[in-house]
């Protein structure tokens, strides 16, 4: 029976591989032929340079603050027209609290409590920012704006973040930024590829060098996927360490949620600091975020090659990336490292999100018409053809997902918690587990529809709640980003922390400028 079974497993692994060969050919060749379109080069040198850099450089007047909003916006304003990433800015805003900066630097002021004092940032658009675009992508929404900030924004403005706008995102939830409102965000290395989502107008011009400083929120991969796409690093913090109000248009009262934030940044430096600015006050002690890490006492778990039925089979380059990154983790370990790819869990991850996604507290089909009635399905399925429907195919998908079986209570909890204790057990709180962050590098936009599973290697680990960091690892043969994701359990983010530092010290992990550099 074990032999059928390998065999069968063998020729349906066989079948994906065509399909999805398939697909690639007709994208690729017939539909849009991969023609280069580079971004011009930055004008302004200074917005190459880490956060902490910059933020060091306004203190000891070596630029001013205004100098620095002004690269950004200029920056911004460069690349913009070809990425689509920023749908809304407050640059006239922004420009005058430089100037304020500036004076209170002048003055020698205390600024000791605002480590980004003069720094810009930006956020993406589902996350509330005072007089900003506040539309989550919906038509039934479009011209709206927020009457206040998010939770986060407040605590990255509270350290002295300047912002400068928002930036695209999908309707809702979807692995691509498109919505009916502002149209589609392009991959900063091919704009004939997706930015990944929802957080994809982010990383996309975090990559392009418009932003210093992005700020994502993860329900399944929203931070990860487009880091992983746009070639930068991106975090998702220990759920529930993060204010989730002015999120998706949270209070902050509701129950249990996968929902958290997290930094999105070039570099490796920037990942610990900024975490810091965006967790909660009163859950930073238990982050242990200035606790020092001895790599050589970490255990290294990995996996090369998951085995979810429904997500395409492992690229070799992604093997390889995973492979790259254990290597380099093995030279400075003093552990063995172990391949752990028999957890059965791991071939449960899109059942076990859309169960959990289904006890959020937002009405999916309430919120598509900003709960003025209810979307309905096979309305909204009648209208999709006519072109009269205001949702995108992504939400008419979901609607009817949401008319099909989910999994019971029983068989989702026991296997939700039987993955939480079987990585618990391994990692410890001195462990990291290597996973690979995707199947593919960033696909061709709308290929996502023929492959809607791909995104459960992310979603799993939002199911138990665990900080995960991807890390990009340069680029493959086509110029788009490889990467992998680095797990650990619940409250030890500064474990991802420090093997992204460490893999971007010695050479093997970092981002790679999507233009031309000198």
């Not at 929404?141 to 605590?155: F, H, L, Q, S």
Request: charged share 20%.
């Amino acid at each position: 029976m074990d032999a059928f079974r390998r065999v069968f497993r063998g020729f349906l692994t066989f079948v994906r591989v065509c399909y999805d060969s398939t697909v690639n050919l007709i994208f690729s060749s017939l539909i849009y032929q991969d023609k280069p379109f580079p971004l011009p080069p930055p004008r302004h040198k200074i917005v190459l340079e880490s956060a902490n850099q910059i933020a060091s450089k306004i203190r000891t007047r070596q630029i001013s603050s205004v100098e620095v909003v002004q690269a950004f916006i200029d920056r911004i304003n460069e690349v913009n027209p070809q990425l689509n990433a920023v749908v809304d800015n407050r640059f006239s805003e922004a420009l005058e609290e430089a100037k304020l900066v500036d004076q209170k630097i002048a003055l020698e002021e205390d600024i000791s409590d605002k480590p980004y004092l003069g720094v810009p940032f930006t956020s993406k658009e589902s996350t509330a920012c005072n007089g900003l675009s506040y539309t989550l992508g919906l038509m039934s929404r479009k011209g709206k704006t927020a009457e206040e900030d998010a939770g986060i924004v407040e605590r990255v403005k509270a350290a002295g973040g300047i912002l400068l706008g928002v930036t695209n995102i999908p309707e809702l939830m979807w692995s691509e930024a498109r919505n009916m409102v502002y149209g589609q965000s392009n991959n900063p290395y091919n704009l004939c590829r997706t930015t990944g989502a929802s957080s994809g107008g982010e990383a996309c011009i975090v990559s392009a060098c418009g932003s210093v400083l992005g700020l994502g929120t993860d329900l399944g991969g929203s931070i990860r996927i487009p880091a992983l796409y746009c070639g930068i690093y991106g975090h998702k913090l220990t759920t529930g360490t993060t204010a989730r109000r002015g999120i998706y248009g949270r209070t902050g009262k509701e129950g249990r949620s996968m929902l958290t934030s997290g930094p999105m940044v070039k570099h490796a430096e920037d990942l610990l600091p900024y975490s810091k600015c965006i967790v909660s006050p009163d859950k930073l002690p238990s982050l242990n975020l200035d606790k020092p890490v001895n790599l050589s006492e970490i255990n290294i778990f990995y996996v090369e090659e998951p085995g979810d039925g429904k997500v395409s089979p492992m690229s070799n380059e992604m093997r390889e990336a995973v492979r790259k990154c254990v290597k380099a983790l093995s030279d400075v370990s003093q552990s063995e490292t172990k391949d752990v790819s028999h957890i059965d869990q791991f071939r449960m991850g899109y059942d076990l999100w859309r169960y959990w996604t289904s006890k959020e507290n937002e009405c999916f089909t309430k919120m598509l018409v900003d709960y003025k009635g209810e979307a309905v399905w096979w309305r909204e399925l009648l209208k999709l053809p006519l072109g009269m429907s205001n949702v995108t195919l992504p939400s008419l998908m979901k609607l009817v997902d949401m008319q099909l079986p989910f999994p019971s209570d029983q068989w989702a909890e026991e296997n939700t918690n039987a993955l939480r204790t079987k990585l618990t057990d391994l990692l410890g709180d001195n462990g990291v587990l290597v996973f690979p962050s995707a199947p593919e590098t960033a696909p061709h936009h709308y290929v996502t529809f023929f492959r809607p599973f791909n995104f459960s290697y992310w979603a799993l680990y939002n199911i138990v709640d665990f900080p995960v960091t991807n890390i990009p690892l340069g680029l493959n043969k086509n110029g788009l980003p490889l990467g992998v994701q680095v797990i650990a359990t619940s409250n030890n983010d500064r474990l991802c922390f420090a093997v992204a530092e460490y893999l971007e010290k010695c050479g093997v992990a970092g981002w790679k400028p999507p233009f031309a550099t000198d």
